[in-house]
């Protein structure tokens, strides 16, 4: 195990940040500082997050300026540097690896080729949910630890970040991995392999040879200018950049067509085609949801899904999956009914317990649209033509049926009232990885 008594190598901090860390090391480690935010005309520009706003926008007092984008990290404002520390090369070293399973074909020929590139070349790696690409970067996280190399797996998602600490844990037992995100209450320490949640980059610099962003669609990171700031200055010059997605937007293709390789994998590793959505009409969904005498043929579904596997109910707001919640407990207190949202203190609990099979019907709202597996899952959409359900969540959030295990018949249903462009497209695009993945099906 790599032990470093220093925080600060590769970090990117404040001078208050710094004031407060009381590092013991500060004056040893070589480091650059320059402005927290530089004034130029009329224009404010960000040093940690790269952003540019105009000055009437960001004045606190006649002299005082500070970035409105990063706000939420603590104030980055005129009276403040910022230090951005070097990190000396690491060790060549041996790394435990305790993954016992072994990757198909597809997976393998798609691994083999990260590994063996050469270092300049990026990956995406564009794959159905459910395809296995967190397997696939074993061997080139392996490698790189093994060079001295530090590593991290980022995500906007903080629910996609504990998934990964738990999978990654287990097959890297020696690594003491940190898990980095808002709701996480360890202090910072070195480590060289690090999962954390993309605005968590905005704190590191050049301190990385591999840099995978998992669901690198997935908002916020995916429209904004800060984070995707953070990343491109946490790698190091010479490192390399991995995304991971479902459903690239067809802006992010052109963006990297040049400098990247593209890796498509339209079949899951289980070698199971995805299940396609069942359209199922519901007038004026949105009122009869919550009416205790006109909600029976939503429970009516439910109760057939439940016949054979637990269920995700997907809600369109927390308001909606709430008062839904109380009447299905109410109208089916046979079965073990929670929900989960984002404003939910115990939603990571939740998550573990239907992992643990102790729900039958979880309802949630899109936090957990892509990242997390379950067992044994159907799926429904309530509200799937409401407006916050666009193509790529629609898609996603179809994947969470039947990643997992031997086959057990999980179902996607989609309750809309309206056939919107993003029901349409979600369901053309799953039927095309179909068709694609059974070209692909038997392949050894």
């Not at 996280?141 to 995500?155: C, D, I």
């Not at 968590?200 to 995916?222: G, M």
């Not at 040049?258 to 519901?282: D, G, N, S, V, Y």
Request: proline share 5%.
């Amino acid at each position: 195990m790599i032990r470093v008594n220093t925080k600060l190598y590769g970090r990117r901090l404040l001078t208050r940040e710094l004031n407060e860390m009381e590092e013991p090391s500060f004056q040893t480690i070589p480091y650059k500082k320059v402005p927290a935010v530089v004034l130029e005309k009329n224009w404010l520009i960000c040093g940690r997050c790269g952003t540019r706003n105009r000055k009437k926008n960001c004045r606190l007092t006649e002299n005082l300026y500070y970035c409105t984008h990063c706000l939420f990290l603590g104030r980055c404002d005129s009276s403040q540097q910022l230090f951005l520390f070097c990190q000396p090369s690491l060790p060549k070293r041996p790394v435990a690896f305790a993954w016992t399973g072994q990757l198909t074909f597809l997976q393998k020929t798609i691994s083999d080729a990260i590994v063996n590139s050469p270092a300049k070349l990026h990956h995406l790696i564009w794959a159905v949910t459910g395809a296995g690409k967190t397997e696939m970067l074993y061997e080139i996280v392996m490698k790189t630890l093994k060079m001295g190399g530090r590593v991290v797996l980022s995500s906007p998602r903080v629910d996609v970040c504990n998934e990964l600490f738990l999978r990654f844990d287990k097959v890297f037992p020696e690594e003491n991995i940190l898990l980095l995100h808002g709701k996480t209450k360890l202090p910072y320490r070195f480590s060289p392999f690090v999962i954390c949640t993309t605005h968590q980059l905005y704190r590191f610099y050049q301190a990385f040879d591999l840099v995978v962003i998992d669901e690198v669609d997935a908002f916020p990171y995916a429209d904004d200018q800060g984070l995707s700031f953070a990343v491109q200055t946490a790698i190091k010059p010479t490192g390399r950049f991995i995304y991971l997605s479902a459903t690239p937007a067809e802006r992010l293709l052109k963006e990297i067509r040049m400098a990247f390789q593209i890796h498509r994998l339209p079949l899951r590793f289980h070698q199971r085609l995805l299940p396609e959505p069942k359209l199922f009409f519901w007038n004026a969904w949105q009122k009869k949801c919550l009416s205790e005498k006109k909600v029976r043929p939503l429970i009516r579904k439910l109760e057939q899904l439940l016949a054979q596997n637990h269920v995700l109910l997907f809600c369109p707001s927390i308001e909606i999956m709430e008062r839904l919640t109380r009447l299905l407990m109410e109208k089916m207190p046979d079965y073990r009914i929670a929900n989960a949202s984002a404003r939910d203190p115990d939603r990571i609990a939740k998550v573990a317990k239907m992992r643990e099979k102790k729900y039958d019907i979880l309802l949630t709202t899109m936090i957990l649209e892509r990242g997390v597996t379950f067992e044994k899952v159907s799926v429904v959409v309530l509200g799937a033509d409401h407006r916050v359900f666009t193509k790529s969540s629609l898609v996603q959030i179809a994947g969470r049926a039947d990643r997992k295990g031997a086959f057990s018949n999980s179902e996607v249903y989609f309750f809309y009232e309206e056939k919107t462009t993003a029901i349409i497209q979600a369901c053309r695009e799953i039927k095309e990885m179909n068709k694609q993945g059974k070209r692909l099906r038997g392949q050894k």
